[in-house]
């Protein structure tokens, strides 16, 4: 309960930075209207851990963003990503993936800093998501696993690869680089790195259960456009 209380602090916190940010500026404000796609990389943070490579997927969102002249904006995303895990069986000619699609609603601080033509910012807020969708790809059956002859290793965490999600709502802290690059005064492009860190379980987690955190994290590499709308 602490741990969670920490956490919803912290994201309140983040929400009321631009808040605080844009009380303290007089400049003249803009409001931009775009959207991002482009691909990420996935892991589950389970505890116990399970052997894991990084899970490909996509990623996308419509934007809004309030930036000042200078130095602060507020950005509001409403999108989709691709989370979840890929088991790494090193070797082994198995596979497995389980692949979350989650739509999830990014509110961000944005620190820019650069030229006319040319700058860089800083994204940093909460995110919260809900998973719409869970889909397993497998060469074995994962669900009788003595049938498995080729199976690695026998005192393996497996619980994770039939295990029914318990939670669809998640919530974390998201954070990102990137560049703009303006065309126009009213045109430009974007390319952005973020990072998020998902606070929730996916399963459940008290002590009687098999984990005590399954927690999602995903790397996203994106290019955007935005126009100016005043």
């Given at each position: 309960m602490k741990s969670a209380f920490k956490s919803f602090s912290l994201i309140l916190l983040?929400?009321?930075?631009?808040?605080?940010?844009?009380?303290?500026?007089?400049?003249?404000?803009?409001?931009?209207i775009g959207?991002?796609?482009?691909?990420?990389?996935?892991?589950?943070?389970?505890?116990?851990s399970v052997p894991q490579k990084w899970l490909l997927g996509t990623t996308g969102a419509v934007a809004v963003r309030y930036s000042e002249e200078k130095t602060f904006?507020?950005?509001?995303?409403?999108?989709?990503?691709?989370?979840?895990?890929?088991?790494?069986?090193?070797?082994?000619?198995?596979?497995?993936?389980r692949s979350l699609t989650f739509i999830n609603l990014p509110v961000m601080t944005q620190i820019i800093f650069g030229g006319q033509r040319a700058k860089c910012f800083i994204n940093l807020g909460p995110e919260f998501s809900y998973m719409i969708g869970s889909n397993i790809s497998a060469n074995f059956d994962y669900t009788d696993l003595s049938s498995v002859t080729q199976w690695p290793e026998r005192d393996r965490m497996t619980e994770q690869l039939n295990m029914d999600i318990a939670n669809r709502f998640d919530y974390g802290i998201t954070a990102g680089i990137g560049g703009e690059f303006y065309v126009s005064p009213r045109h430009s492009i974007t390319l952005e790195a973020?990072?998020?860190?998902?606070?929730?379980?996916?399963f459940k987690s008290s002590k009687a259960d098999t984990f005590s955190a399954s927690r999602s994290s995903s790397i996203e590499f994106t290019i955007g456009y935005f126009f100016r709308y005043n």
């Open positions: 983040l929400m009321l930075v631009p808040m605080v940010a844009s009380a303290q500026t007089h400049y003249k404000g803009h409001l931009w959207g991002h796609a482009g691909a990420s990389l996935a892991r589950q943070s389970l505890s116990p904006g507020l950005v509001a995303e409403l999108g989709w990503a691709t989370r979840g895990w890929k088991e790494d069986f090193q070797e082994s000619p198995l596979a497995y993936s973020r990072y998020y860190f998902g606070l929730g379980n996916i």
